[in-house]
């Protein structure tokens, strides 16, 4: 089968930033020998025929009449390719759909096929590329008299010959739309409202057509006028469903803006409707599923929205809904797989939420809040697992993506993902936990002790009474002798007593952080540089412990310890405060930690400790079991918390869950990364 010949077309003014990159898809695409590209200009002053003129196209010229059909159909009059490319400048196909352009018209049948159906993604190139709609669009069309170009201002190609014009869509067909970018979008506004008023003018009656209805309310949404928006998508809504489908996803969602602007806020209820009704004319229409999971988020229905995000991915899979009308839905994917991480993880299962969150953050690599729940929910994991996601996720990092990733990652428990991304400095505490040296990093906190001992000498000898608490944390013998301030340079007793705690509890953790035997190996050596409560606090992680010590203390260790130290460390944290004396005020607190770090292990012998057995305590205690992936125990104890008075939507929410008549299973199939 011969080549057909390609006829690449645009009309231009003043686009001089797009059209290098406008021809060179033009010459890849028009590569043929009786190929041609055919640029008309309709009044630029700036370099744009210059351009054109420098990469060998020689532009033609049409006098500007407020009308694009009657320019492009001057073009159209000119071209003698059997098929028309009728690209605009800021218009370009895909790396991925350029190489197989040509074939898709060479395997056409020339007899029947008269139209092709593509994908366009409208990206914002003021903004990473970042899109911002999907739609399709038909810029390929056979070159024939009766197809022709119609309406001045939002124009489309037309057949207008016997019978109906065959439409072949190629999914995998896809172009680059900037002009919607956001720098633009103003500008076009304001042109474009000229050009509709002069047409409505024309108008046989004062009604607007639902089309003009819908391009008005565009155009007034593009010019950042809310209420003139929705004025208008309020008059496009009540049109037909065959005629509003084009733009149904916009007219609804400017009605919706206006009223989450209200000062009141908008009505829950009345929202619900407008999407009900838009869900019914539009099935499944990801956009408005989209909005339903906003509103239902803050009311915590996770379960119905687990089912809407599965549907709004489902949808995006399904070219007769995604083909149905502009959607801003592929653009807002990475929200929905953010939701989904969050989900996962809210019900314990941490590798979906991995997945997803991995998901999220390839969508949108510089999103800090992405980042921060990525290291939130891989906190334990190693290095061999983490830096392949993220080498995928940012193949080449920049200053500002390593200054991103310390940030972030500084929040994760000491280890090689820590020492990788945030680069302490050598021999510091920090490197020696990342490095597993416990003993040195303890070595180190003793000599930063010792020079403590002299500064709380100091502050016993010349304020005795305000400087007595120091007893509870400085051996006798270190306590006396001193005359003088060890450097000059006094602190205030709150400001030493905050640096004692502070590195006793670097202690506890590097303690922690050891083996049962390298910890018997260095305890001689350790405790005597430490008194009570921090000895028995630290004794009690090992089960050594000979009394307990006050829930201020407890409370004071447990805060420091919590946030950087490994699971082993974590592990023995949850052993000492089972054995220490707190209150349930504080257990709650702890439990909730444990839970974000889902031990489901610590979590239920944290919750065997609180004394009163309400339904908050089935309540937690049946999210250990969630998260210890048995759902039927799970169950039995949220059950019981709803029958001692319990009535939350979360809590509903856990037994649909652990409902085996209700769980829902979902495949997804292959993603792109799974950790």
Same mark, same amino acid.
């Given at each position: 089968?011969?080549?057909?010949?390609?006829?690449?077309?645009? +009309?231009? $003014?003043?686009?001089? !930033?797009?059209?290098?990159?406008?021809?060179?898809?033009?010459?890849?695409?028009?590569?043929?020998?009786?190929?041609?590209?055919?640029?008309?200009?309709?009044?630029?002053?700036?370099?744009?025929?210059?351009? &054109?003129?420098?990469?060998?196209?020689?532009?033609?010229?049409?006098?500007?009449?407020?009308?694009?059909?009657?320019?492009?159909?001057?073009?159209?009059?000119?071209?003698?390719?059997?098929?028309?490319?009728?690209?605009?400048?800021?218009?370009?196909?895909?790396?991925?759909?350029?190489?197989?352009?040509?074939?898709?018209?060479?395997?056409?049948?020339?007899?029947?096929?008269?139209?092709?159906?593509?994908?366009?993604?409208?990206?914002?190139?003021?903004?990473?590329?970042?899109?911002?709609?999907?739609?399709?669009?038909?810029?390929?069309?056979?070159?024939?008299?009766?197809?022709?170009?119609?309406?001045?201002?939002?124009?489309?190609?037309?057949?207008?010959?016997?019978?109906?014009?065959?439409?072949?869509?190629?999914?995998? #067909?896809?172009?680059?739309?900037?002009?919607?970018?956001?720098?633009?979008? $103003?500008?076009?506004?304001?042109?474009?409202?000229?050009?509709?008023?002069?047409? +409505?003018?024309?108008?046989?009656?004062?009604?607007?057509?639902?089309?003009?209805?819908?391009?008005?309310?565009?155009?007034?949404?593009?010019?950042? =006028?809310?209420?003139?928006?929705?004025?208008?998508?309020?008059?496009?809504?009540?049109?037909?469903?065959?005629?509003?489908?084009?733009?149904?996803? $916009?007219?609804?969602?400017?009605?919706?803006?206006?009223?989450?602007?209200?000062?009141?806020?908008?009505?829950?209820?009345?929202?619900?409707?407008?999407? %009900?009704?838009?869900? &019914?004319?539009?099935?499944?229409?990801?956009?408005?599923?989209?909005?339903?999971?906003?509103?239902?988020?803050?009311?915590?229905?996770?379960?119905?929205?687990?089912?809407?995000?599965?549907?709004?991915?489902?949808?995006?899979?399904?070219?007769?809904?995604?083909?149905?009308?502009?959607?801003?839905? &592929?653009?807002?994917?990475?929200?929905?797989?953010?939701?989904?991480?969050?989900?996962?993880?809210?019900?314990?299962?941490?590798?979906?939420?991995?997945?997803?969150?991995? #998901?999220?953050?390839?969508?949108?690599?510089?999103?800090?809040?992405? *980042?921060?729940?990525?290291?939130?929910?891989?906190?334990?994991?190693?290095?061999? +697992?983490?830096?392949?996601?993220?080498?995928?996720?940012?193949?080449?990092?920049?200053?500002?993506?390593?200054?991103?990733?310390?940030?972030?990652?500084?929040?994760?428990?000491?280890? %090689?993902?820590?020492?990788?991304?945030?680069?302490?400095?050598?021999?510091?505490?920090?490197?020696?936990?990342?490095?597993?040296?416990?003993?040195?990093?303890?070595?180190?906190?003793?000599?930063? #002790?010792?020079?403590?001992?002299?500064?709380?000498?100091?502050?016993?000898?010349?304020?005795?009474?305000?400087?007595?608490?120091?007893?509870?944390?400085?051996?006798?013998?270190?306590?006396?002798?001193?005359?003088?301030?060890?450097?000059? %340079?006094?602190?205030?007793?709150?400001?030493?007593? =905050?640096?004692?705690?502070?590195?006793?509890?670097?202690?506890?953790?590097?303690?922690?952080?050891?083996?049962?035997?390298?910890?018997? !190996?260095?305890?001689?050596?350790?405790? !005597?540089? &430490?008194?009570?409560?921090?000895?028995?606090?630290?004794?009690?992680?090992?089960?050594?412990?000979?009394?307990?010590?006050? *829930?201020?203390?407890?409370?004071?260790?447990?805060?420091?310890?919590?946030?950087?130290?490994?699971?082993?460390?974590?592990?023995? *944290?949850?052993?000492?405060?089972?054995?220490?004396?707190?209150?349930?005020?504080?257990?709650?607190?702890?439990?909730?930690?444990?839970?974000?770090? $889902?031990?489901?292990?610590?979590?239920?012998?944290?919750?065997?400790?609180?004394?009163?057995?309400?339904?908050?305590?089935?309540?937690?205690?049946?999210?250990?079991?969630?998260?210890?992936?048995?759902?039927?125990?799970?169950?039995?104890?949220?059950?019981?918390?709803?029958?001692?008075?319990?009535?939350?939507?979360?809590?509903?929410?856990?037994?649909?869950?652990?409902?085996?008549?209700?769980?829902?299973?979902?495949?997804?199939?292959?993603?792109?990364?799974?950790?």
């Amino acid at each position: 089968m011969s080549m057909p010949t390609i006829s690449y077309c645009c +009309i231009f $003014k003043n686009e001089e !930033k797009h059209l290098p990159k406008w021809i060179e898809c033009a010459k890849a695409v028009a590569c043929g020998e009786n190929d041609e590209i055919i640029a008309c200009d309709t009044g630029s002053d700036d370099k744009s025929c210059e351009i &054109l003129k420098n990469a060998g196209i020689e532009p033609i010229y049409f006098e500007w009449v407020n009308d694009f059909s009657k320019a492009k159909n001057f073009v159209i009059d000119k071209a003698k390719g059997d098929w028309i490319f009728f690209m605009d400048c800021d218009e370009y196909f895909s790396d991925e759909s350029l190489p197989i352009v040509r074939e898709v018209v060479k395997k056409l049948d020339p007899t029947n096929a008269m139209f092709i159906q593509s994908n366009m993604i409208n990206i914002d190139e003021d903004n990473d590329n970042t899109i911002i709609s999907t739609c399709f669009h038909w810029r390929i069309f056979r070159n024939r008299p009766d197809i022709r170009y119609e309406k001045a201002i939002h124009e489309f190609v037309n057949y207008h010959g016997k019978g109906k014009g065959t439409i072949t869509p190629v999914n995998d #067909l896809t172009i680059m739309h900037t002009g919607y970018s956001i720098k633009m979008a $103003k500008a076009k506004g304001e042109r474009n409202l000229k050009l509709l008023e002069e047409e +409505i003018a024309k108008n046989e009656t004062d009604e607007l057509t639902t089309p003009q209805a819908f391009y008005m309310a565009n155009t007034y949404g593009q010019m950042d =006028d809310l209420n003139k928006a929705a004025e208008y998508a309020q008059i496009a809504i009540k049109g037909p469903d065959r005629e509003l489908e084009p733009m149904i996803v $916009k007219m609804y969602r400017f009605v919706l803006a206006r009223e989450e602007k209200k000062p009141s806020g908008p009505d829950y209820d009345w929202v619900m409707e407008l999407l %009900d009704e838009a869900l &019914l004319r539009a099935p499944d229409q990801p956009d408005f599923l989209l909005d339903k999971i906003r509103y239902y988020y803050p009311r915590k229905y996770y379960y119905e929205i687990e089912n809407l995000c599965h549907k709004y991915i489902k949808s995006l899979g399904n070219p007769t809904i995604m083909n149905r009308c502009e959607s801003q839905a &592929l653009g807002n994917v990475f929200y929905i797989y953010e939701v989904l991480a969050d989900m996962m993880f809210h019900r314990g299962q941490v590798i979906e939420a991995r997945r997803y969150i991995t #998901l999220a953050l390839k969508e949108r690599p510089k999103s800090v809040p992405f *980042l921060q729940k990525f290291v939130s929910y891989f906190r334990y994991e190693e290095l061999s +697992i983490i830096q392949p996601i993220m080498n995928e996720i940012c193949k080449t990092p920049d200053k500002e993506d390593k200054e991103r990733f310390k940030s972030c990652f500084a929040q994760m428990n000491y280890g %090689d993902v820590y020492l990788r991304y945030v680069k302490p400095k050598n021999n510091t505490f920090e490197y020696f936990m990342c490095k597993g040296l416990y003993s040195k990093a303890v070595k180190l906190c003793e000599k930063e #002790l010792i020079e403590l001992f002299k500064y709380a000498a100091f502050a016993y000898a010349k304020f005795p009474n305000e400087a007595r608490v120091f007893k509870a944390a400085v051996p006798t013998n270190y306590l006396t002798g001193a005359k003088k301030c060890p450097t000059g %340079d006094e602190m205030s007793i709150k400001d030493l007593a =905050d640096k004692f705690l502070d590195v006793l509890s670097r202690i506890i953790m590097a303690c922690y952080s050891m083996t049962d035997d390298e910890f018997e !190996k260095n305890k001689n050596g350790i405790m !005597k540089y &430490l008194t009570s409560p921090a000895k028995d606090f630290l004794l009690a992680g090992f089960g050594q412990a000979t009394q307990g010590v006050q *829930l201020e203390d407890t409370k004071s260790f447990y805060k420091r310890v919590i946030t950087k130290g490994n699971r082993n460390c974590i592990a023995r *944290l949850a052993k000492t405060i089972q054995v220490m004396p707190v209150n349930d005020e504080f257990l709650y607190e702890a439990i909730m930690t444990y839970a974000e770090y $889902k031990d489901p292990q610590s979590m239920y012998n944290l919750t065997q400790k609180l004394e009163n057995k309400n339904y908050d305590y089935h309540i937690l205690t049946g999210v250990a079991f969630l998260y210890a992936n048995d759902p039927k125990n799970a169950r039995k104890h949220f059950v019981k918390a709803r029958e001692l008075g319990a009535d939350t939507q979360e809590l509903r929410d856990f037994i649909k869950m652990t409902d085996p008549a209700e769980k829902i299973v979902i495949n997804l199939g292959k993603q792109d990364l799974v950790a």
